[in-house]
């Protein structure tokens, strides 16, 4: 059986996969990320070493290795993944020195929005991965392939303002997408307090109520940006917020719906029909990652 | 000398010209368009034929035929061109008719994209053309062809609302682009009045400079979220509203270097220097049709 691994190398996480041709995680293994070059490449060597211990194999014997990252990628190289303390690293070439084979590299959400789009249905022609974690960016899968734009900076729409009077971001400029719905921006709001805390109280507190509401009207807003600009087939959301669950999905609708009543425009492209949140367990940018090396996307 | 025929049926005009392989209009003809499916086909027919005489050709001796038209178009048949009076036309089998060959025909913004990216210059791998004229809508060529979408929607960024407590638009949704930033859009903000005579009058009226700061916020907020949905490498402005000239494009760039001032990643992103304004003269969505009929885009 062809054998791929792939792996995500997270601001927390370190997760390492061995998939089949088909896209099915067969391993899985997941380490703490290391801090800083040395350490982040020691972290991937090892989570690769476990799951390929486990799928009997050495990282050499695999078809392929992708490896998704933070930051700008470029040639297997990687710049400004600040989560990670790397400020310039020859990703590529560190980790051929320690497997003898030279994985492909990419952007975490680059890869991420290959792992939607094989977890989601390979049938699609194109989908938006939607990125709901610390920050909020997009990935582009269009007739099948990543969309990267001219300077590799597409899909960064989490610096869309849409609202000139909403929350000012870490920017000063008002009204970001990352700033209504991501971790990061709900913290900023909050002054501070973890998303997950000020979401956790928003039934009862009215401050973190005003909060939740913008995190709908966000994901909301993201999804009509993307679909009126690229007529995705569909938007496929993932991150940690999604870890919310049905409620979430539900507040973005009721958003939309409130929009359909008014706009035929907006009715006929269907918005609440083309969101599907992955399971938040789906390791999708390290499956992506797997993909991106097997030469899919 | 191998010789293109492109053609635009607007709202008011039917303008043809025929090209060559380089796409250098070589000729040119306007006339008014019909109303209705029998005139809006005569008119056409009528205007192809005075630019192919021109040319010293007929119509059939043309290596290709393109026609641009606004509304819904699939197979050569156009739905929904509301302004041309057309419910439901297959103009391409109407136009073979007259001619003894099909044309390609497609919607006027793509084809209009196809004539930017042309007009500005071949070379560039993707751009986006923003047509600021009595809608706003987006035509996007990324990696040298025309991207529709799913169902065709794609570009129709005139829908996407960026302020929720902006301008109402037609469909009673606040702060929609298109509401800002087209003739339809200032003129429904200015109680009927039309566009030019609110932007003639925005140096000496208050409330007219207010609409006109609002042109030039949509203008800058579309650039900004066409560069960082799919960073492409230009903008191209185009439409009736971009005769107003070199005042329209700096009054958009002062909004953009105000961003830029606290944002790394807004100025990172240089949107000033990647926004493009057509000679308005050039008739580009015919020019566009004619290459598009030539295979190009």
């Given at each position: 059986?062809?054998?791929h691994v792939g792996m995500d ?10 998939v089949?041709?088909?896209g ?40 392929s290795i992708g490896v998704g990252i933070?930051?700008?990628v ?29 994985p492909v590299v990419d952007n975490d959400?680059n890869a991420g929005a290959v792992g939607?789009w094989v ?20 990935g582009?899968v269009?007739?099948?392939k990543v ?138 940018a390290a499956l992506g990652a797997a993909m991106r090396g097997a030469g899919r996307g």
């Amino acid at each position: 059986m062809t054998l791929h691994v792939g792996m995500d190398i997270g601001g927390t996480k370190t997760d390492a996969v061995v998939v089949d041709a088909e896209g099915r995680v067969l391993h899985r293994h997941v380490l703490p990320s290391g801090h800083g070059d040395d350490a982040v490449v020691a972290k991937a060597v090892a989570a690769v070493a476990h799951v390929c211990e486990a799928a009997g194999i050495a990282p050499s014997e695999a078809a392929s290795i992708g490896v998704g990252i933070p930051g700008l990628v470029l040639d297997g190289v990687v710049s400004h993944a600040q989560n990670l303390g790397i400020t310039r690293l020859d990703l590529a070439s560190a980790l051929e020195k320690a497997w003898g084979v030279r994985p492909v590299v990419d952007n975490d959400v680059n890869a991420g929005a290959v792992g939607a789009w094989v977890a989601a249905d390979g049938g699609l022609r194109s989908i938006a991965y939607l990125n709901l974690g610390t920050g909020l960016a997009a990935g582009l899968v269009l007739d099948g392939k990543v969309w990267r734009g001219a300077r590799g900076a597409a899909g960064e729409i989490g610096h869309v303002s849409v609202d000139p009077h909403g929350p000012l971001g870490p920017d000063d400029l008002p009204g970001g997408l990352e700033t209504y719905a991501s971790g990061s921006g709900i913290a900023l709001q909050a002054g501070g307090e973890a998303a997950t805390d000020v979401l956790a109280r928003a039934d009862s507190d009215p401050d973190a109520a005003a909060i939740r509401d913008g995190l709908f009207y966000g994901v909301a807003t993201a999804v009509r940006l993307l679909v009126l600009t690229l007529d995705v087939e569909e938007v496929i959301l993932g991150g940690g917020l999604t870890r919310m669950g049905e409620p979430l999905l539900e507040g973005a609708r009721r958003v939309i719906r409130g929009w359909e009543r008014t706009s035929r425009v907006l009715a006929s492209v269907d918005l609440t029909a083309r969101i599907r949140v992955l399971d938040p367990e789906t390791p999708v940018a390290a499956l992506g990652a797997a993909m991106r090396g097997a030469g899919r996307g």
